[in-house]
C-alpha cells in the first residue's frame, strides 16, 4: 500500500541533491528535485514560464543595460563593441528604417567592466580605461554621449618622486599658458588632466591722496576697507563683473562735507571700517565719486580725511587643465581659475584621474553628491561632489559643508571599490569586503568634518552590479559562486546577511555568475546568468522567508539579461546567442485571456490575419530551425522554416 503525502508549498524551489537526506530542515517539505522552466510565486505555488519573445537581431556580443525615466519612459540598451542600440516597449529603436545607434569608444572586452548610474535623463558612464561619459536622452530616436565635464578636482597628494619637483606658469590666466615642470613630469595621457597649484599670496594696500583718487586691488579672499580723519563725500566700492565686462556698484560711503578750518565740533567725519570674503579673485575698486578731505580748526595735517583698500594676505588656488604636453617638463594648459603668481611653487598637485593614472571604475548617488571610486592607481579611494552639482568635485582652502568629500579605505590588503549602494547610508562594495559610509552615529547630512567609514563584512563583491530589494541588497560575492543579501541589523548595529544559494549549491557548480536582473513584478524575482550560458532564477521576498531558485533552460546560451519597470509586470529582456546568432529576447507576460493567445516558445514571434493564412513569415532569424507553432491555439510540430516562413497544414487567424 502506497503513502502519498501532500505537498502544499513549493516555496522552497529546487534544492541541491546533497539535501535529500535532511527531511529535518524547515525547508525541505516546500523544496523540490528539480524545477525547470516553472515560476516559483511567493505564496508557494508554481505555473509554467512564458516563452521568450523575439525582438531583434543583436549587432555582436552585447551587455543589456537599463535605463529608467519613469514607469511609462523605460528603455534597455544593447552595449557591443563601439555601439549602443536602444529599446523600448518590447521593439527595437529605429530612425529612418534603421536600428537607431550611437558610437561609443568601449571595445567588447570592455563592455563586463562598465559601470552605470542615472538621474533623470542622464546615464553616467565610467570604466577604468575610459574618461568618465555622459548619455543623455533626448527623445526615443535622439541621445548623445559626450565625456563627463568634471572641474575643480579630485587631486592627490604628490609622491615621493615628486617631492621636489616645482611648477611654474608663462601667465596668471588664459587658454595658451605654459606650465614648466623642474624635473621630468608630463606624459601624453595628461591631456585632460587637473593640476592645482598654490600660491602665498602677500598683502596689498592702497591709501587714498588728495581729493580725486581710484584705489585698485586684487582680493583673493580676504579685503578690508577703512576710513579715518575728517572728511565729506560720497565714495563707492565696486567689482569687475567678468561676465558683464563693466564695474558693478557693490557699497557705499557718504559722510558731510565741511570747509576747510572749521570748528572740530562740527567736523566729526564719519567713518567706516569694512570687511568681506570673494569666493574667487575678484578686482576691486574704490572711487572719489565727490570727496572733500579737511582740517578743523586745532587739528594737524594728520587728521586729513583718507581712506585705505586692503586685499589681505592669504593662500590662493589655481587650477590649470592640460590642453596638450609639448615636452617632459613642458605643458600648455588652459587656467580653470585665475593664479596669484607665476612664479614656481612646490605646493601643487595632480589630478586623481588621467590616462595616466587611470579613471573611476564605480560610480553611484548618495544625498545629492556624484559619487565616483577606484582608478587604477588608486583603486581604494572614493570622491563625493559638491551638493547639488555632480561635475564639481573642489574643496576650498575653508572647507565648506557642501563641498567635495573623499577618501580612501583602509586595509590589510588592495581591494578594488567595485560598486556604491545607496540606501539610508552609503555601502561601498569592493573585491574584498563591505564597508559603510556616513555621517556618523549623529545623522544627518555627510560633510567633510563628520564622515564615518567601517568595514561591514569581508566576503567580497564581484564586477556584477548589486541589486536592492526593499531594504536588503543583493550581491554575488567576488568569486562569481554565491549570492548574499546585506541589511541592517538592529542587535549587531552593523550590515549583515545570508548565503542564497546555500540550498541550491548544484546550480552553481558548473559556472560562475556572469549577469544579473531584479524583476519586482509580478513575482519580485532575480533573472541570473551563469557562464556556461544557462539561465537561472530567484524568486526572494526576505519578510515572508521565501528564497526559491529554480531554472530555465533553452535551446541557446544565454548572455546578458536586463529587467525594467512596466505597467502590470515589468519587462526582462535577454540576449541569447542560438546558433551564430545573438537575439535580443523578451520574456512575455504569462497572464492570457484565451488558449489563442498563449505564447509558451522562445525566440518567438506573434502573427495575426484579418483573413486566415496558412503561411507566417517573419521568420528569418529561424532560418533552417525546426519549430513549434500555436494556431488558433492548436499546437503544431515538426515545422521547418524555409526562406523566413512556415507553411501550416491549416489556415488560422493567430
Same mark, same amino acid.
Given at each position: 500500500m502506497g503513502i502519498y503525502t501532500i505537498q502544499t508549498s513549493f516555496a522552497t524551489g529546487e534544492i541541491s541533491p546533497s539535501l535529500y537526506g535532511r527531511p529535518d530542515l524547515a525547508k525541505y517539505s516546500a523544496g523540490l528535485a528539480r524545477c525547470e522552466n516553472f515560476i516559483i510565486h511567493p505564496h508557494g505555488g508554481v505555473s509554467k514560464r512564458p516563452g521568450m519573445r523575439f525582438v531583434a537581431k543583436a549587432k555582436g556580443r552585447c551587455r543589456l543595460v537599463e535605463f529608467e525615466y519613469s514607469i511609462d519612459q523605460t528603455y534597455v540598451l544593447e552595449f557591443g563593441n563601439k555601439y549602443v542600440r536602444f529599446f523600448r516597449n518590447g521593439a527595437q529603436i529605429t530612425k529612418d528604417g534603421e536600428p537607431y545607434e550611437l558610437v561609443t569608444p568601449y571595445l567588447e572586452a570592455d563592455l +563586463?567592466?562598465?559601470s552605470f548610474t542615472q538621474s533623470a535623463d542622464v546615464l553616467y558612464i565610467v570604466h577604468k580605461g575610459y574618461r568618465p561619459m555622459e548619455l543623455y536622452?533626448?527623445? +526615443?530616436?535622439?541621445?548623445?554621449?559626450?565625456?563627463?565635464?568634471f572641474r575643480n578636482g579630485p587631486?592627490?597628494?604628490?609622491?615621493?618622486?615628486?617631492? +621636489?619637483?616645482?611648477?611654474?606658469?608663462?601667465?596668471?590666466?588664459? +587658454?595658451?599658458v605654459t606650465m614648466t615642470a623642474s624635473a621630468p613630469l608630463f606624459e601624453a595621457g595628461h591631456e585632460g588632466a587637473l593640476f592645482e597649484l598654490t600660491h602665498h599670496v602677500d598683502e596689498v594696500m592702497k591709501r587714498s591722496s588728495g581729493n580725486?583718487?581710484?584705489?585698485?586691488?586684487?582680493?583673493?579672499k580676504e579685503w578690508r576697507l577703512e576710513s579715518g580723519g575728517f572728511w565729506g563725500g560720497e565714495v563707492v566700492l565696486e567689482y569687475w563683473d567678468e561676465d558683464e565686462g563693466a564695474w558693478v556698484k557693490y557699497k557705499t560711503y557718504i559722510s558731510q562735507v565741511y570747509d576747510e578750518g572749521t570748528s572740530s565740533s562740527c567736523g566729526n567725519a564719519k567713518n567706516y571700517s569694512d570687511q568681506d570674503t570673494v569666493d574667487k579673485p575678484t578686482k576691486l575698486r574704490l572711487r572719489?565719486?565727490?570727496?572733500?578731505?579737511?582740517?578743523?580748526?586745532?587739528?594737524?595735517?594728520?587728521d586729513r580725511g583718507y581712506f585705505q583698500l586692503v586685499a589681505m594676505a592669504g593662500y590662493h588656488k589655481a587650477i590649470a587643465r592640460v590642453v596638450s604636453v609639448v615636452s617632459s617638463t613642458k605643458a600648455t594648459v588652459s587656467m580653470e581659475t585665475e593664479a596669484a603668481s607665476t612664479r614656481a611653487t612646490l605646493n601643487w598637485r595632480e589630478g586623481s584621474w588621467s590616462d595616466v593614472l587611470g579613471w573611476p571604475s564605480a560610480v553611484g548617488f548618495y544625498q545629492e553628491r556624484l559619487a565616483m571610486g577606484a582608478t587604477r592607481e588608486e583603486p581604494q579611494s572614493w570622491w563625493l561632489s559638491v551638493v547639488g552639482d555632480y561635475y564639481d568635485f573642489g574643496v576650498s582652502l575653508e572647507v565648506l559643508d557642501d563641498e567635495a568629500v573623499s577618501g580612501t579605505l583602509v586595509s590589510r590588503k588592495l581591494y578594488d571599490i567595485n560598486y556604491f549602494v545607496s540606501t539610508n547610508k552609503l555601502l561601498i562594495m569592493t573585491s574584498g569586503g563591505e564597508w559603510l559610509l556616513s555621517p556618523g552615529a549623529a545623522g544627518g547630512a555627510l560633510t567633510p568634518s563628520n564622515v564615518d567609514v567601517g568595514l561591514q563584512g569581508n566576503r567580497g563583491c564581484a564586477r556584477i552590479e548589486p541589486v536592492v530589494i526593499g531594504n536588503m541588497v543583493l550581491f554575488v560575492q567576488s568569486r562569481g559562486l554565491r549570492i548574499r543579501d546585506l541589511g541592517y541589523e538592529y542587535v549587531s548595529d552593523s550590515y549583515k546577511g545570508t548565503d542564497l544559494t546555500m540550498l541550491a549549491r548544484h546550480l552553481f557548480e558548473r559556472g560562475t555568475i556572469a549577469d544579473w536582473a531584479f524583476a519586482q513584478e509580478p513575482d519580485s524575482m532575480c533573472w541570473t546568468v551563469m557562464s556556461d550560458g544557462s539561465l537561472i532564477a530567484l524568486t526572494y521576498i526576505r519578510d515572508q522567508e521565501v528564497v526559491a531558485w529554480g531554472r530555465f533552460p533553452t535551446d541557446g546560451f544565454v548572455e546578458s539579461v536586463a529587467a525594467v519597470v512596466s505597467e502590470g509586470a515589468d519587462d526582462v529582456y535577454?540576449?541569447?546567442?542560438?546558433?551564430?546568432?545573438?537575439?535580443?529576447?523578451?520574456?512575455?507576460?504569462?497572464g492570457v485571456d484565451s488558449p489563442e493567445e498563449a505564447f509558451f516558445v522562445d525566440a518567438g514571434v506573434t502573427a495575426r490575419f484579418e483573413t486566415p493564412s496558412r503561411e507566417v513569415s517573419g521568420l528569418s532569424h529561424l532560418e533552417g530551425r525546426e519549430v513549434v507553432c500555436l494556431a488558433d491555439g492548436n499546437v503544431i510540430e515538426g515545422l521547418t522554416v524555409e526562406n523566413g516562413k512556415v507553411a501550416l497544414p491549416h489556415a488560422a487567424s493567430v
Amino acid at each position: 500500500m502506497g503513502i502519498y503525502t501532500i505537498q502544499t508549498s513549493f516555496a522552497t524551489g529546487e534544492i541541491s541533491p546533497s539535501l535529500y537526506g535532511r527531511p529535518d530542515l524547515a525547508k525541505y517539505s516546500a523544496g523540490l528535485a528539480r524545477c525547470e522552466n516553472f515560476i516559483i510565486h511567493p505564496h508557494g505555488g508554481v505555473s509554467k514560464r512564458p516563452g521568450m519573445r523575439f525582438v531583434a537581431k543583436a549587432k555582436g556580443r552585447c551587455r543589456l543595460v537599463e535605463f529608467e525615466y519613469s514607469i511609462d519612459q523605460t528603455y534597455v540598451l544593447e552595449f557591443g563593441n563601439k555601439y549602443v542600440r536602444f529599446f523600448r516597449n518590447g521593439a527595437q529603436i529605429t530612425k529612418d528604417g534603421e536600428p537607431y545607434e550611437l558610437v561609443t569608444p568601449y571595445l567588447e572586452a570592455d563592455l +563586463d567592466a562598465l559601470s552605470f548610474t542615472q538621474s533623470a535623463d542622464v546615464l553616467y558612464i565610467v570604466h577604468k580605461g575610459y574618461r568618465p561619459m555622459e548619455l543623455y536622452r533626448v527623445s +526615443d530616436d535622439e541621445w548623445a554621449l559626450q565625456d563627463f565635464p568634471f572641474r575643480n578636482g579630485p587631486f592627490r597628494n604628490k609622491t615621493e618622486a615628486q617631492a +621636489d619637483v616645482t611648477l611654474a606658469l608663462s601667465a596668471l590666466s588664459g +587658454d595658451n599658458v605654459t606650465m614648466t615642470a623642474s624635473a621630468p613630469l608630463f606624459e601624453a595621457g595628461h591631456e585632460g588632466a587637473l593640476f592645482e597649484l598654490t600660491h602665498h599670496v602677500d598683502e596689498v594696500m592702497k591709501r587714498s591722496s588728495g581729493n580725486t583718487w581710484t584705489l585698485e586691488v586684487t582680493a583673493y579672499k580676504e579685503w578690508r576697507l577703512e576710513s579715518g580723519g575728517f572728511w565729506g563725500g560720497e565714495v563707492v566700492l565696486e567689482y569687475w563683473d567678468e561676465d558683464e565686462g563693466a564695474w558693478v556698484k557693490y557699497k557705499t560711503y557718504i559722510s558731510q562735507v565741511y570747509d576747510e578750518g572749521t570748528s572740530s565740533s562740527c567736523g566729526n567725519a564719519k567713518n567706516y571700517s569694512d570687511q568681506d570674503t570673494v569666493d574667487k579673485p575678484t578686482k576691486l575698486r574704490l572711487r572719489a565719486v565727490s570727496f572733500s578731505s579737511f582740517v578743523p580748526e586745532g587739528n594737524s595735517e594728520e587728521d586729513r580725511g583718507y581712506f585705505q583698500l586692503v586685499a589681505m594676505a592669504g593662500y590662493h588656488k589655481a587650477i590649470a587643465r592640460v590642453v596638450s604636453v609639448v615636452s617632459s617638463t613642458k605643458a600648455t594648459v588652459s587656467m580653470e581659475t585665475e593664479a596669484a603668481s607665476t612664479r614656481a611653487t612646490l605646493n601643487w598637485r595632480e589630478g586623481s584621474w588621467s590616462d595616466v593614472l587611470g579613471w573611476p571604475s564605480a560610480v553611484g548617488f548618495y544625498q545629492e553628491r556624484l559619487a565616483m571610486g577606484a582608478t587604477r592607481e588608486e583603486p581604494q579611494s572614493w570622491w563625493l561632489s559638491v551638493v547639488g552639482d555632480y561635475y564639481d568635485f573642489g574643496v576650498s582652502l575653508e572647507v565648506l559643508d557642501d563641498e567635495a568629500v573623499s577618501g580612501t579605505l583602509v586595509s590589510r590588503k588592495l581591494y578594488d571599490i567595485n560598486y556604491f549602494v545607496s540606501t539610508n547610508k552609503l555601502l561601498i562594495m569592493t573585491s574584498g569586503g563591505e564597508w559603510l559610509l556616513s555621517p556618523g552615529a549623529a545623522g544627518g547630512a555627510l560633510t567633510p568634518s563628520n564622515v564615518d567609514v567601517g568595514l561591514q563584512g569581508n566576503r567580497g563583491c564581484a564586477r556584477i552590479e548589486p541589486v536592492v530589494i526593499g531594504n536588503m541588497v543583493l550581491f554575488v560575492q567576488s568569486r562569481g559562486l554565491r549570492i548574499r543579501d546585506l541589511g541592517y541589523e538592529y542587535v549587531s548595529d552593523s550590515y549583515k546577511g545570508t548565503d542564497l544559494t546555500m540550498l541550491a549549491r548544484h546550480l552553481f557548480e558548473r559556472g560562475t555568475i556572469a549577469d544579473w536582473a531584479f524583476a519586482q513584478e509580478p513575482d519580485s524575482m532575480c533573472w541570473t546568468v551563469m557562464s556556461d550560458g544557462s539561465l537561472i532564477a530567484l524568486t526572494y521576498i526576505r519578510d515572508q522567508e521565501v528564497v526559491a531558485w529554480g531554472r530555465f533552460p533553452t535551446d541557446g546560451f544565454v548572455e546578458s539579461v536586463a529587467a525594467v519597470v512596466s505597467e502590470g509586470a515589468d519587462d526582462v529582456y535577454l540576449c541569447v546567442k542560438r546558433g551564430e546568432e545573438r537575439f535580443i529576447e523578451l520574456l512575455s507576460p504569462r497572464g492570457v485571456d484565451s488558449p489563442e493567445e498563449a505564447f509558451f516558445v522562445d525566440a518567438g514571434v506573434t502573427a495575426r490575419f484579418e483573413t486566415p493564412s496558412r503561411e507566417v513569415s517573419g521568420l528569418s532569424h529561424l532560418e533552417g530551425r525546426e519549430v513549434v507553432c500555436l494556431a488558433d491555439g492548436n499546437v503544431i510540430e515538426g515545422l521547418t522554416v524555409e526562406n523566413g516562413k512556415v507553411a501550416l497544414p491549416h489556415a488560422a487567424s493567430v
